[in-house]
């Protein structure tokens, strides 16, 4: 009902300490991250851990710049602070994404700041992002032509790309079958994006399932103009575990 801001954390490199040093001390680092994290907020601000390394911070009655203020402090009192972990001293980073919110659904407050922590991990972790919404400028777009908005009107209008990757059979020195290679276009004066840098995105957003079965429609499809031809032709997709998991997928290939 008011103003504010959310920040995702996400500790880098968390797996490798956890399976190198043991689930055990993996739980006394998040303890440690934890107590430093709450030690340096407000008592009206909210911490919580959302994730196996991850945690969040809900900001009420905060703008923009104070969020990024605090974001930046985390990340240099993260910095700062070496840990012991089976008597040896490893150092703590962290990846923060920062969004503020006023008059948007909490889930989408949360998923803004997500994406934002992605954002700070690909652009070389240990550091904080601000998230900023898909808006007409092209300097916004160009960086930010992955979000799920874009991704929603690339399904609805049709503007995914599938490239057909030869696969060579080394016996028979033929190609014997193609790989689907997703592409996204970035829009006006933007290349073409991988599924790197906004799949990660759709999952989180949701709409993976959505993208996968605009790829595999198209998949059948193309078979079928194939084999109406008189010609065979295998395909391999690259599926989202996501999706894989969802039983409406199984039920929209048999259907397709």
């Known amino acids: 009902g008011s103003p504010g801001a959310v920040l995702m954390i996400d500790v880098d490199h ?35 851990r959302v994730g196996g390394d991850e945690f969040a911070v809900l900001l009420p009655h905060t703008n923009a710049t104070q969020a990024t203020t605090v974001a930046d402090d985390f990340v240099k009192a993260l ?20 969004a503020s919110f006023d008059g948007i659904s909490a889930a989408e407050a949360l998923a803004r700041a997500d994406v934002a922590m992605y954002g700070a991990k690909q652009a ?7 998230y900023k919404p898909l808006a007409g400028g092209g300097d916004q777009r160009n960086s930010r032509c992955s979000e799920v908005d874009w991704m929603r009107k690339a399904i609805e209008e049709d503007r995914f790309l599938l490239y057909c990757q030869p696969i060579l059979d080394l016996k ?16 006006e004066g933007c290349e073409l994006l991988a599924p790197n840098s906004f ?5 989180r957003f949701g709409i993976i399932l959505e993208i996968d079965v605009w ?29 894989i998991g969802d039983p409406k997928l199984a039920v929209f290939i048999e259907n397709a």
């Open 14 to 48: 968390f797996k490798t300490a956890n399976d190198t040093f043991g689930h055990m001390a993996g739980d006394d680092l998040l303890k440690g991250i934890a107590e430093l994290l709450k030690h340096r907020m407000r008592h009206t601000d909210v911490l919580a």
């Open 79 to 98: 910095d700062n602070q070496a840990a012991m972990l089976a008597d040896q001293s490893i150092r703590i980073t962290a990846s923060v994404g920062v």
């Open 124 to 130: 070389g972790r240990n550091r904080f992002v601000a």
């Open 172 to 187: 028979t020195d033929e190609v014997s079958q193609y790989e689907l290679l997703l592409r996204l276009p970035g829009g």
């Open 199 to 203: 799949l990660y995105v759709a999952e």
């Open 215 to 243: 790829v595999v429609r198209k998949a059948i499809a193309l078979i079928g103009e194939y084999q109406r031809l008189g010609q065979s032709l295998t395909l391999n997709v690259n599926l989202s575990g996501t999706s």
